[in-house]
């Protein structure tokens, strides 16, 4: 528990940073995030490039939000930050998808390369994974997000959440990772319906 404390307490020592209008603060995040918007981004088709761009749109959306004070402290920065950033990038392919139009050859796969209709199948279990990781509630949430998108060891997870053991977090992981599949199989089924 006491780790949760000091994990808030930076996170509080951060935002008063950005509030006064401290830029290393901003560069910290960004580089505390890129690798999960980097992971993001590139299993969805981005370059590099959309990753820089993602992720400064994110750091533009807090920065605007803290400094108008709409921003509410209700999740960890590296949560809101990836949550800005899904969106942001999930509108910019989705008004890409509408703006491509679809010749003949473009439904053959070339070398291996997947089809509109398998990217459009991935996007959609993407889009599936995404909701339902936002209606799973903690501790899985936080669990599965630092596990799978901050790639953290289990004994950093049992650290960071308050766990006993790096055992206890392997079983909770199972536990919250059974219970995500359901909810995506869930949500697939009732599209295909």
Known sequence: MQTQFYFFNEESKLLDALRNGNEH?????????????????????????????????ALV?????????SFEYKAKLSTFIYATAKNIWFRRLSRQRREVSIS???WESASGESTPLEALEENER?????????QIGNPCHDLLL??????????EIA??????????????KYQCKKTLEHMVKKALGERHE
Request: proline share 0%; no cysteine.
């Open 146 to 155: 630092l596990y799978y998108w901050e790639e953290q060891s289990m004994e």
């Open 61 to 69: 959306v807090l920065w605007e939000r803290i400094h108008s004070g």
């Open 126 to 134: 993407v889009l599936a994974v995404q909701q339902a990781m936002e």
């Open 104 to 106: 003949d050859e473009s």
């Open 159 to 172: 650290q960071r959440l308050g766990f006993a053991n790096a055992d206890t977090v392997k079983s909770k």
């Open 25 to 57: 603060a901003l560069a910290d995040l960004f580089h505390q995030n890129r690798k999960s918007i980097a992971s993001l981004v590139m299993r969805n088709h981005g370059s590099e490039d959309d990753v820089e761009d993602i992720l400064q749109e």
